[in-house]
């Protein structure tokens, strides 16, 4: 089945070490976001990719960033995780930009010790 | 600001009775309006979406624009309802969703 795939699905980091969550899709899709989701709280968008032209929200710190190498793949990246960064976080595939429907991974929990 | 609310976190209904999630939205212009669904253990997907005017598993919502609500309705709920339910919008030229905090449904047997 075409889905949208996340590794992985859990993640244990240490404070201030990198670490990168993926995120790839059989979708052919031409848009890749990236949401936070703490807990009891909505997803919030981080950044997006329309396929090359990457998108960062104005809040974002500068900590995230992401990565799409090629239309199936897009990485995020966290360069020095703080203990206020462990979530859930979320990939989103869309087949363009807009009012269209977004396919969502599975998540990957982010502990950070 | 864009903004989505939804004022219950939590709601429980009986098999079969009606269900009425809340959502109210904040936004200037024409919004596009989402109800995304989670299952347990499952990932988020659409539920549906005010421009196709669908009903999907029972379920409807409308856009009321003075009011600024997209509440989503089933007569009779069933016990496989029990999910997270979260309305989002997407405001104009955006590729952006903004999810409100989601309303947890269960349905009693």
């Known amino acids: 089945d075409a889905m949208v795939i996340q590794n992985p699905r859990y993640q244990v980091t240490q404070f201030g070490k990198p670490v990168t969550l993926s995120c790839s899709q059989t979708l052919n899709h031409n848009v890749m976001y990236w949401y936070q989701q703490k807990s009891s709280q909505a997803p919030k968008l981080l950044f997006h990719y329309y396929d090359k032209d990457f998108n960062n929200e104005a809040d974002t710190p500068d900590n995230f960033q992401s990565r799409r190498p090629n239309t199936s793949f897009c990485f995020l990246d966290i360069r020095s995780p703080g203990l206020g960064d462990a979530a859930m976080y979320l990939c989103a595939t869309s087949r363009l930009a807009g009012a269209y429907e977004q396919y969502f991974g599975p998540g990957t929990r982010l502990t950070v010790t | 600001a864009q903004r989505v609310t939804q004022p219950e976190k939590l709601l429980s209904v009986f098999k079969g009775a009606p269900v009425e999630l809340k959502c109210n939205y904040s936004?200037?212009?024409?919004?596009?309006l989402f109800w995304y669904v989670q299952y347990s253990r499952q990932r988020l997907q659409l539920l549906l979406r005010?421009?196709s005017r669908e009903s999907i598993k029972g379920f409807t919502a409308d856009l009321n624009k003075g009011e600024t609500s997209f509440h989503l309705k089933k007569p009779f709920a069933q016990e496989e309802d029990s999910a997270m339910y979260y309305c989002?919008?997407?405001?104009?030229?955006?590729?952006?969703?903004?999810f409100g905090t989601g309303t947890l449904l269960a349905v009693q047997p």
């Open positions: 005010h421009i």
């Open positions: 989002a919008l997407n405001g104009g030229a955006t590729n952006k969703l903004i």
């Open positions: 936004y200037s212009g024409s919004p596009e």
